[in-house]
């Protein structure tokens, strides 16, 4: 079977991606940190003790031991262990939302968690604009994610979505573009989810929110930001899970080394 | 520049406390952590050049039960006294890098020109409950005792012992002179139309819409104008501070 190999990702989507990998990472894991000082969500401007959350994380009495409690919708869930209430060090158990092992820092400190989670926003925010720039300028967005009519055709998207319950990988030409799923994930992260996961950040803030009030509005008020800041987030950490998966379902050696070093080895369809 | 040092050194001083986290731990990582606070607030600051207003609600979107959070009733006697005598033997004393020291009873203080906004509170825990806060402008006050012309900082002195232990633990809060004049930084002494409860501040709190929940110092005692923060109490220009927080709390 004759080999070809092909330059897959340039080195600005390498670098950009790398960046977007840690700072993702340690955004996410300050953020359940934060999350942690209040471990409620509600809609709307205002929201605290008082208040009726759609998702709550506590401890309640489950037969004379304290147990682990998710409040989603009003359904609760017995999440011991996990959520609400889950092994801490020295065999001490905790009454936090999400477990030391979920967050960063590792216990619970909520100066130094936002500490890091604004000055990692800031880097995430760069990175992200210096990708767009490239992508643009580069045609990157326009070649490799922005989906065609071809691609959007029901047909093909019904094929896509068929190949990928099915766990059948492209192979020859096909293998060297991104399919229209592919496209649409990617687009839907680096279009709606992280410049989401910014907006509502900064709708969050009430020093911003004095400059620019609509922003608020737009998301129906502080405390409904800060639940679509957790619902976007909840959205790429299932992109990241669905995105890891498939990278080892394609190859993970030829998959890692193409996003590295930019050689990517094209598969050729098996013989039989 | 002191209080881009401040930031910094409370960036060390957060960092410090997580100390099993190795990366977190490094020197270099937290200088270069820290300056981004100083970056944060500039940018607002800019932003905020206009010195817009934060918003403000209708009376129908109070909330029902406002959390009261941090300390709920000082624990010293001379507070007790006062409480006691329905804050009559209070006085608010304003001092430091001022024209003239002056002393203000709750009678004066709210026979001067009143500012009434119902707002949104923003804890830095996450969660936000909208009050109704009826008060003094800091601004006004400011005008009748005057500035010297190193003041930079107004420091609020508390009642409370949110520290536990010695005066140490005594609640404090710092903010410049950008928030001092802003038309909504009062000295509020009234809650939803009534006496402020003292779960809330009880005489006087300061209200400094635009930041969060822990710069609005609760049982203000004493207001002290100052050109530097790192001499009074820990250094870092507040009770949380002290303890890693960010001085500048606009996000």
């Known amino acids: 079977m004759k080999r070809e190999v092909i330059r897959r990702h340039r080195l600005s989507v390498r670098i950009t991606h790398w960046i977007n990998v840690l700072v993702v990472a340690l955004l996410l894991m300050s953020g359940l940190n934060i999350f942690n000082a209040h471990p409620a969500l509600y809609w709307g401007q205002k929201g605290a003790d008082f208040d009726p959350p759609w998702l709550e994380m506590t401890v309640a009495n489950q ?9 989603l919708a009003g359904v609760s869930l017995d999440t011991t262990g996990v959520l609400g ?6 065999g001490h158990w905790l009454v936090q939302g999400f477990p030391n092992w979920a967050t960063f820092p590792e216990h619970r400190d909520l100066a130094t968690a936002r500490r890091w989670h604004f000055f990692l926003a800031w880097v995430l925010v760069i990175n992200a604009t210096a990708y767009w720039l490239f ?12 989906p065609t009519k071809a691609d959007l055709a029901p047909r093909n998207l019904w094929r896509s979505i068929a190949d990928h319950a099915r766990l059948k990988h492209p192979v020859g030409e096909a293998a060297k ?10 687009l839907a992260v680096i279009a709606v989810f992280l410049p989401a996961m910014v907006l509502t950040g900064l709708a969050m803030s009430p020093g911003f929110d004095a400059f620019a009030p609509w922003l608020v509005d737009v998301f129906g008020g502080r405390q409904s930001a800060r639940t679509i800041h957790f619902i976007s987030a909840s959205a790429i950490v299932l992109f990241v899970a669905v995105h890891v998966i498939e990278v080892f379902l394609a190859g993970p050696i030829n998959e890692i080394r193409s996003m590295i070093t930019g050689r990517y080895v094209v598969p050729q369809e098996k013989h039989r | 520049m002191i209080a881009r040092r401040g930031l910094i050194g409370a960036g060390l001083g957060g960092l410090l406390v997580a100390g099993c986290d190795r990366i977190s ?3 270099a990582v937290q200088d270069f952590i820290g300056r981004s606070e100083g970056l944060t607030r500039r940018a607002q600051r800019t932003l905020l050049a206009g010195q817009p207003l934060a918003r403000e609600f209708s009376a129908k979107d109070i909330s029902p039960v406002f959390k009261a959070n941090g300390s709920q009733t000082p624990t010293s006697d001379a507070y007790a006294q006062l409480l006691a005598g329905s804050f009559a033997g209070w006085r608010l004393m304003v001092d430091g890098l001022v024209a003239a020291p002056m002393s203000f009873s709750l009678a004066e203080l709210k026979a001067m020109p009143a500012r009434t906004q119902i707002t949104r509170h923003d804890c830095v825990e996450g969660w936000s409950a909208i009050g109704g806060w009826t008060g ?13 012309a190193d003041a930079r900082y107004l420091v609020f002195h508390c009642a409370d012992n949110l520290g536990g232990a010695g005066d140490g633990g005594l609640y404090y809060e710092s903010i410049d002179l950008f928030d001092a004049f802003h038309p ?7 809650m939803n139309g009534q006496a402020l409860p003292v779960a809330h501040g009880a005489p006087l709190r300061l209200r400094v819409e635009r930041q969060l929940g822990y710069k609005q110092a609760k049982y203000v005692m004493r207001i002290e104008a100052t050109d530097r923060l790192d001499r009074i109490h820990g250094g870092r220009g507040g009770f949380w501070e002290d303890r890693g927080y960010a001085w500048y709390a606009g996000i």
């Not at chain 2, 601004?139 to 005792?145: S, Y």
């Not at chain 2, 909504?184 to 009234?190: K, R």
């Open chain 1, 85 to 90: 209430f889950s092994p801490g060090p020295a």
């Open chain 1, 135 to 146: 992508g643009l300028g580069n045609g990157h967005l326009r070649r490799d994610i922005a």
């Open chain 1, 177 to 186: 573009r991104y399919n229209v799923l592919q496209k649409l994930a990617y």
């Open chain 2, 184 to 190: 909504q930084t009062i000295l509020a002494y009234a």
């Open chain 2, 136 to 148: 003094v402008p800091l601004a006004h006050v400011l005008q009748r005792t005057g500035l010297h």
């Open chain 2, 25 to 27: 731990g490094a020197p």
């Open chain 1, 63 to 71: 037969a004379g031991r304290p147990a682990g409690v998710t409040r």
